[in-house]
């Protein structure tokens, strides 16, 4: 049983690091501001903005500034510079390659849900199994418990 328990767990972490969204082609005119967006951007202007920030990335992600009109694109996203500050980005919609928007995965949420239901009975029966070996009429052998401060209340 700890075994399932183990891969439960590294399931569910898995699950949860990508997300409950995913990000399906859109047409560019589809876009706005306020929208989170992936884009791939063709090889030439790539190089372009290579010079400039000094990394080459052919495709970034996103959010679609109110400078996005029909003749360009406006993003803020999250620079790979080891900054945790958002760089400003505009490129003509020439250069861009594709365009992807970002919506719910309803699968992917509904197994997260359940992969967790899983891990939860899972633990909740380890948890009965283990308080369970005291021998009869023993109950918990509570010498063996460590006291976990998680919340406190005094009357």
Same mark, same amino acid.
């Given at each position: 049983m700890h075994r399932t328990v183990m891969w439960s767990v590294a399931a569910l972490a &898995?699950?949860?690091m990508s997300g409950c969204h995913r990000y399906v082609e859109i047409a560019p005119e589809m876009v706005s501001p306020g929208?989170? #967006?992936r884009?791939?951007?063709d090889r030439q202007e790539a190089l372009r903005l290579a010079g400039e920030r000094g990394e080459l990335q052919e495709e970034l992600t996103g959010t679609a500034t109110q400078q996005t009109d029909e003749r360009r694109l406006g993003m803020s996203y999250v620079?790979?510079?080891g900054s945790d500050f958002r760089d400003y980005l505009e490129v003509?919609?020439?250069a861009v390659q594709r365009v992807e928007g970002q919506e719910i995965s309803w699968v992917r949420t509904a197994g997260l849900g &359940?992969? &967790?239901a899983v891990v939860t009975v899972a633990i909740?029966? #380890?948890a009965d199994e283990s308080a369970g070996q005291g021998g009869e009429g023993g109950g918990i052998n509570e010498s063996q418990w460590t006291r976990i401060p998680f919340w406190s209340l005094r009357w």
């Open positions: &898995a699950l949860s929208d989170v #967006i884009v791939t951007l620079g790979t510079r003509q919609w020439d &359940a992969l &967790a909740l029966e #380890i």
